[in-house]
């Protein structure tokens, strides 16, 4: 039997074990386990395919597919049971008593964290510790249990809203009956949205009042969290000194043991790569995420295998190379439409997209086809780097296309790359803002506003210089 084979058949064996642990709980009517077993159930649909994924191309992509309809008919299933529950409780009170006293709890609390610092302090945002519930503890972790994989699914299917309600509505309803590592997971998920569509400055604020609720140890979410934050800002600012040590230490938190700590080997290595890749050492980040896709696929990490082949895409793409980092833009759709990853697929086909516009003018109207049908999903979805870097792909795609007159409408171009320079400040994202600038100042030039233009070309200047000599970010500071 080879490796590929036995791996197979572990899953297999796992999917068999589960329906059978399920059949089981509900002919001896165990009810909490029948629900329990409904979130595994869930779990597994969520990240397998209904049958191994050998090989990839036109047909694979049509068969090997996740169903996310499965997932959350499970979730459902898991839902009426803990229902069930509650009606067979007597510690519950009848006629609406309990949801009325869940939503006076939970209502304050809700309301500040859907407004946001407008209305209410990050710190009474965070207070969803102290919130009290009449709802059983069993039950209770039930629910929280639910709402957590829902989170994790909309988070992957990428819903970035429904995602971020599911693991706001644990964070304030179910906080008292969790773990500390599921509490800590739903605000990883939170300020992790926050750095994505609000800016570090939120992101470090938010994480600073999590931090002091929870004890800060090796290999703990929290730990995790506040590297990949610190990661993701040096290589924003071009500190790249700060973001290698920030990589060595996210590698040293790994077991060396084969196959124990995977995930966060996983991530210590794309961060790597990206490190070498912000530094130009493109051969080097070649061989690390070549690697890691090897070791994917070793372990069956297809998800992860997905974000993998993106990554040499974008290798390649910065290193001049298209015609090399096409197949693994592709490669990356097709694993992205196998898992139902909308958003990683809409990246996918944006990088697809900046590839063919490096052929030349000839292929600025296949780009901006590719562009303008993943807009919707990444304008709705896509945090702050993304929705900036389809806004120039798009200013690029008009200045790279014969057929476009700057004087005729120069608001295609102007408006996007406004509203990218705009997103990309609030990261301090230098290298991408300055190109974003650079090509406002080109085309405030075209058209003779020779003061915009100079406006611009300052602005260019300024993340052109804090870009080859990153200072300490007074965000920094804070964290």
């Not at 597919?65 to 409780?89: A, C, M, W, Y």
């Not at 710190?123 to 059983?136: G, H, L, M, V, W």
């Not at 739903?186 to 992101?203: R, S, T, W």
């Not at 040590?245 to 084969?258: G, I, N």
Request: proline share 4%; with cysteine.
């Amino acid at each position: 039997m080879t490796s590929t084979e036995s791996s197979l058949t572990v899953h297999q064996q796992l999917y068999v074990l589960l329906r059978r642990a399920l059949a089981r709980s509900e002919r001896l009517n165990l009810i909490p386990l029948v629900a329990a077993n409904h979130l595994a159930m869930a779990k597994f649909e969520l990240m397998h395919v209904q049958r191994p994924m050998l090989c990839f191309g036109p047909k694979a992509s049509v068969n090997l597919k996740t169903h996310p309809p499965n997932v959350f008919q499970e979730l459902r299933l898991s839902s009426h049971v803990i229902s069930d529950i509650g009606n067979e409780s007597s510690e519950i009170p009848r006629d609406g008593v309990l949801a009325t006293d869940w939503l006076k709890n939970s209502l304050k609390t809700m309301s500040s964290l859907i407004t946001g610092p407008e209305n209410s302090s990050m710190s009474n945002t965070f207070e969803f510790c102290a919130q009290k519930s009449s709802i059983p503890r069993p039950i209770l972790q039930s629910l929280g249990s639910s709402f957590l994989v829902r989170a994790t699914a909309w988070e992957m299917y990428g819903s970035t809203p429904l995602a971020r309600i599911n693991a706001l509505v644990y964070a304030s309803c179910c906080a008292d009956a969790s773990s500390l590592d599921n509490l800590a997971l739903a605000c990883v998920k939170l300020v992790q949205h926050l750095a994505a569509f609000k800016g570090y400055e939120d992101a470090y604020t938010a994480f600073k009042i999590i931090e002091e609720k929870f004890t800060v140890i090796s290999k703990s979410r929290i730990s995790l969290l506040k590297l990949q934050l610190l990661h993701e800002h040096a290589l924003h600012r071009g500190d790249l000194k700060l973001a290698q040590r920030v990589s060595d230490e996210l590698c040293a938190l790994a077991s060396p043991v084969t196959g124990v700590d995977a995930d966060i080997k996983t991530e210590a290595s794309l961060r790597q790569a990206r490190t070498l890749l912000a530094a130009n050492q493109y051969s080097q980040a070649a061989q690390v995420v070549h690697s890691l896709f090897c070791s994917c696929y070793k372990f069956n990490l297809h998800v992860e295998s997905a974000s993998v082949l993106l990554l040499l895409a974008e290798i390649h793409k910065k290193a001049g190379n298209a015609a090399l980092g096409l197949p693994y833009a592709l490669a990356s759709i097709l694993f992205s439409q196998s898992f139902n990853l909308d958003l990683l697929k809409a990246s996918a086909t944006l990088t697809l997209a900046e590839l063919w516009l490096m052929f030349g003018p000839s292929e600025a109207q296949r780009a901006l086809a590719l562009l303008h049908g993943v807009f919707p999903m990444i304008l709705g979805h896509g945090g702050l780097e993304l929705r900036a870097r389809a806004h120039i792909t798009e200013a690029k795609c008009h200045l790279s296309d014969p057929s476009y007159s700057a004087f005729q409408d120069p608001n295609a171009v102007l408006n996007p790359l406004e509203e990218a320079c705009r997103e990309l400040e609030l990261l301090e994202y230098h290298e991408l803002a300055a190109e974003g600038f650079y090509l406002m100042a080109m085309m405030y030039d075209k058209i003779g506003k020779l003061q915009e233009r100079e406006t611009a070309s300052a602005s260019f200047k300024k993340h052109v210089t804090a870009l080859k000599n990153p200072q300490k970010s007074d965000v920094l500071q804070t964290i």
